[in-house]
């Protein structure tokens, strides 16, 4: 599979593609709004990532449940890096719930390490809560 950049007629993907990974997901709309880039994988995954004064932000990485565990979404994370990269950023952050040991692998097998904590970030279902981990990776080196 290929990642590709997604343009203005992919939103409608982009927010399936967000559904499929995350509740509630974004609406294109919301998506649109963000001023990001958008990459995607066609109907496996997505990624948004923002570049701002040499520093870029992934604010989101969404796989469907059943293309989990293909390199989907390492594929989605190195095309944001490289995009990133172009567009003049020497660092990225992300934020990732500390539960969440899938992306926490990925996150660390491309080169990220943890910088900070939110305490109590992402609600639960069970109405608790869950820590983000803030975690950066600078574009000077490769994983």
């Known amino acids: 599979m290929t990642v590709r950049r997604a343009g203005a007629e992919d939103l409608a993907a982009l927010a399936d593609l967000h559904a499929a990974a995350f509740s509630p997901g974004w609406s294109a709309a ?27 932000e992934v604010l989101t990485v969404g796989v469907r449940p ?42 660390a097998g491309c080169g990220f390490g943890e910088v900070g904590r939110r305490r109590r970030y992402y609600p639960r279902p069970d109405d608790g809560t869950a820590d983000a981990l803030v975690l950066r990776r600078a574009l000077n080196t490769e994983p």
């Open 66 to 107: 059943e293309a989990r565990g293909a390199g989907t979404g390492r594929r989605l994370v190195q095309a944001a890096l490289e995009a990133a990269r172009a567009d003049g950023a020497e660092r990225v952050f992300l934020e990732v719930a500390e539960d969440n040991l899938a992306a926490l692998r990925l996150y």
């Open 30 to 56: 919301e998506i649109a709004s963000l001023d990001a880039v958008a990459l995607i994988e066609d109907g496996a995954g997505m990624i948004l990532v923002r570049t701002v004064a040499g520093e870029a």
